[in-house]
């Protein structure tokens, strides 16, 4: 199974997160500048497996606002 990473773009003034399954670092990036990504690579993570199983599935693969991306941050660390 792929593992899930949380990468971070600067998109203006702004910042966007996407979660991308791969099976490292440099494949999720690919994905995601495949994918269209518009936006400089910040920082990437990788979630651990007891994080990316509390993940909402309908979130992986997507495009995360910051208030999104916070929200989902505080929804995870309970």
């Given at each position: 199974?792929?593992?899930?990473?949380?990468?971070?773009?600067?998109?203006?003034n702004g910042v966007?997160?996407?979660?991308q399954p791969a099976g490292d670092l440099i494949?999720?990036?690919?994905?995601?500048?495949?994918?269209?990504m518009d936006g400089e690579f910040q920082e990437g993570h990788e979630l651990d497996a007891?994080?990316?199983k509390r993940m909402a599935k309908d979130q992986i693969g997507k495009i995360l606002s910051r208030k999104q991306a916070?929200?989902?941050?505080?929804?995870?660390?309970r």
């Open positions: 199974m792929n593992q899930l990473f949380w990468l971070v773009f600067k998109q203006g966007a997160v996407f979660i494949t999720a990036r690919m994905r995601v500048a495949l994918a269209g007891k994080i990316a916070t929200a989902l941050l505080k929804r995870l660390d």
